[in-house]
Antibody, heavy 120, light 108 residues
Framework: QITLKESGPTLVKPTQTLTLTCTFS??????????VGWIRQPPGKALEWLSLIYWNDDKRYSPSLKSRLTITKDTSSSQVVLTMTNMDPVDTATYYCAHRRPYRDVFDIWGQGTMVTVSS | SYVLTQPPSVSVAPGQTARISCGGDNIGSFSVHWYQQKPGQAPILVVF???DRPSGIPERFSGSNSWNTATLTISRVEAGDEADYYC???????????FGGGTKLTVL
């Protein structure tokens, strides 16, 4: 059974860097075809894709946020970490990590999400 | 950027058929995926690769994709289907992963 869970601060100040961790089980990110993605959702708004990291350490970022995002993986710990620099109140959102169906760019299992508020 | 356009809302009576559209330039050339999201919950995948259903998703959920419009069809709508629905594609050349703006399905 695949599960994912996001963790990180619930409140960050403007200009700070956000670090979120996705801890997963039920699969290995060293297995060919596997990938984990991050998606966020501001309150009352639509889903927005942020980043993907693949089993071979290939990485993809949303073009509009690329300069602020870094995604890494720790295969031995079954974790994926997303950092977002220079946080702004508009970045207030629920942040989800999700398992990508092998070799398909579709997210078949999602974490419960973690709400992050950006405020001074 | 590549834009996926969904109607903000769709309303349907119980037992009827709901159709939720997702418009995009030449979307028929991409694989379209659909997610259901109920209030306070994470999204769940209900249709992938235009027409396939993950295990556990009722056959009432189906999809189609042609030319500039993909459609999620929910037959024999139930009260429990009331949710927000999002379409998603991967567009290699532009934004990579793109979500539509979402459609709120209301069961009357």
């Amino acid at each position: 059974q695949i599960t994912l869970k996001e963790s990180g601060p619930t409140l960050v100040k403007p200009t700070q860097t956000l670090t979120l961790t996705c801890t997963f089980s039920g699969f290995s990110l060293s297995t060919s075809g596997m990938a984990v993605g991050w998606i966020r959702q501001p309150p009352g708004k639509a889903l927005e894709w942020l980043s993907l990291i693949y089993w071979n350490d290939d990485k993809r970022y949303s073009p509009s946020l690329k300069s602020r995002l870094t995604i890494t993986k720790d295969t031995s710990s079954s974790q994926v970490v997303l950092t977002m620099t220079n946080m702004d109140p508009v970045d207030t959102a629920t942040y989800y990590c999700a398992h990508r169906r092998p070799y398909r760019d579709v997210f078949d299992i999602w974490g419960q999400g973690t709400m992050v508020t950006v405020s001074s | 950027s590549y834009v996926l356009t969904q109607p903000p809302s769709v309303s349907v009576a119980p037992g009827q058929t709901a159709r939720i559209s997702c418009g995009g330039d030449n979307i028929g050339s991409f694989s379209v995926h659909w997610y259901q999201q109920k209030p306070g919950q994470a999204p769940i995948l209900v249709v992938f690769d235009d027409t396939d259903r993950p295990s556990g998703i009722p056959e009432r959920f189906s999809g189609s994709n042609s030319w500039n419009t993909a459609t999620l069809t929910i037959s024999r709508v139930e009260a429990g289907d009331e949710a927000d629905y999002y379409c998603q594609v991967r567009h290699d050349s532009i934004d990579y992963v793109v979500f539509g703006g979402g459609t709120k399905l209301t069961v009357l």
